[in-house]
């Protein structure tokens, strides 16, 4: 649930050439211009999953993008299930009838372990399945020139597949939804770093309804033993 404060769980990823945008709720455009970021420089958007929460935006984000002039056309990159959900999304609202209106760019993604996503001149992208309620992968970014890299875990249950594909990374931000099916409590996500051996954890897609969110923290810090942080609304990452 977004509070006062906390949105849903999206990002943005920004390479000495590309920008990305990593799913899509609440008002995009709005949000890319608090951080800074022009969107008519979004280059990319990925979508790990068909779950609102994580693609609810989309239409106000293709709307925004049309109306601030951008005339070529949006990559969108997810697996088939959750590009088939975009689509439909944004065929609600008759954008055959915006003039000069280009749609987007809809690719099919088919992962497997370490799937390549995309391969930019600064960026190396790939992707992992991970396990939840539907369709849903973890990404991996990796900075050419540094060779650093940040995993994304996107929504999962805790699973030995994530932690092998994060292996070694400088950051993992990893979701502490809670316990459940398809998703992670702040310990399980702790689990996830230690096995990866990863540097840092950034605790995200939490319940920020809770009384107390230090304890998330501590939580997860009785698995890893590494930094461990809950990352916030507008929060920039250097990796």
Known sequence: MPTIGHDNAYLVLQGEQTTL??????????????????????DYLILTHAHPDHMYG???????????????????????????????????FHTEDWPGFRAPLYRSLNLRLDGRVLDLPDLTITGCPAEHILPSFALRFVDKSSQQSLVYSSDTSPC?????????????????????NGHSSATEAGWVAARARVDRLYLVHYDARVPDLSALVTEARTAFAGPVELAQDMQSLTF
């Open 21 to 42: 945008l990593v799913d899509c709720a609440s008002s995009p455009l709005l949000k890319l211009q608090e951080a800074g970021i022009d969107p008519l420089r979004v």
């Open 160 to 180: 030995e597949r994530v932690a092998r594909f994060a292996r070694g990374a400088e950051v993992l931000i990893h979701e502490a939804s809670g316990k459940a």
């Open 58 to 92: 989309f239409p106000m984000l293709m709307l925004g993008l049309w109306l601030l002039g951008r005339r070529t056309p949006l990559p969108v990159l997810a697996e088939a299930q959750t590009l088939q959900a975009a689509q439909a999304l944004l065929t609600l």
